[in-house]
């Protein structure tokens, strides 16, 4: 099982980013998928998580600004960010096969997201 996150970026406070991760190996549409962020210091955290059916469960601290979605037939998660600011500064993991926000089984390389 594979991972990959397509590259994040650099932006200005207010701006916005979307980037996806695409899953090789098995087909992920049963499974929830995720989004995680590490910022320096701190420990992982969720951001944004999404069940087989498509319900989407957010943060508080990014509900209303990012959006998780997924394409089942591309076997693509994506997750769109809005509004950002420095607080978002982190790098991002894209997760798979877990439990809601936690026991997820896979995990892509992180991209990373920096807001100045």
């Known amino acids: 099982v594979q991972l990959v996150e397509s590259w994040g970026g650099l932006v200005r406070p207010g701006g916005s980013l979307r980037f996806s991760c695409t899953a090789s190996?098995?087909?992920?549409?049963?499974?929830?998928m995720g989004w995680f962020h590490q910022a320096p210091g701190k420990e992982r955290e969720g951001v944004a998580v999404?069940?087989?059916?498509?319900?989407?469960s957010y943060a508080d601290s990014v509900r209303g600004r990012f959006t998780i979605s997924r394409d089942n037939a591309k076997n693509t998660l994506y997750l769109q960010l809005n509004s950002l600011s420095t607080e978002d500064t982190a790098m991002y993991y894209c997760?798979?096969?877990?439990?809601?926000?936690?026991?997820?089984?896979?995990w892509g390389q992180g991209t990373q997201v920096t807001v100045s």
């Open positions: 190996g098995y087909r992920t549409s049963r499974y929830c």
């Open positions: 997760a798979a096969n877990g439990d809601i926000w936690s026991e997820y089984k896979s």
């Open positions: 999404i069940d087989g059916d498509g319900i989407a």
